[in-house]
Nanobody, 126 residues
Framework: QVQLVESGGGLVQPGGSLRLSCATS????????IGWFRQAPGKEREGVSC????????YYADSVKGRFTISRDYAKKTVYLQMNALKPDDTAVYYC???????????????????WGQGTQVTVSS
């Protein structure tokens, strides 16, 4: 059974940092790409970052490039999203998702992801 569980969200001041975790089970990170998405109140869900299973290549939305870093820990079966220099506009519920197509390079199209976690709230405010 495929499961993804996010953690690490919280309240942080502008300019601060958080590290989100996506604990996975029921599949191998060797065969599934992982993406991070977010959704703010009243806004559509948007892709933030992803990592491809094929070659470990990563992709970032322009809004987070240079501030966020995605990484994988195979031993812990966990994918992380390190978020630095946080801004109030980063406030949202953050979701991780898994793409079961082993041949596809990752992209930030939510339709390509088959499995989703329940989300973790990130609030950036002073």
């Amino acid at each position: 059974q495929v499961q993804l569980v996010e953690s690490g969200g919280g309240l942080v001041q502008p300019g601060g940092s958080l590290r989100l975790s996506c604990a996975t089970s029921g599949f191998s990170l060797d065969y599934y790409g992982i993406g991070w998405f977010r959704q703010a109140p009243g806004k559509e869900r948007e892709g933030v970052s992803c990592v491809s299973n094929r070659d470990g290549s990563t992709y970032y939305a322009d809004s987070v490039k240079g501030r966020f870093t995605i990484s994988r820990d195979y031993a812990k079966k966990t994918v992380y999203l390190q978020m630095n220099a946080l801004k109030p506009d980063d406030t949202a519920v953050y979701y991780c998702a898994a793409d079961s197509d082993p041949y596809r390079l990752c992209a930030l199209w939510s339709i390509e992801y088959d499995y989703w976690g329940q989300g973790t709230q990130v609030t950036v405010s002073s």
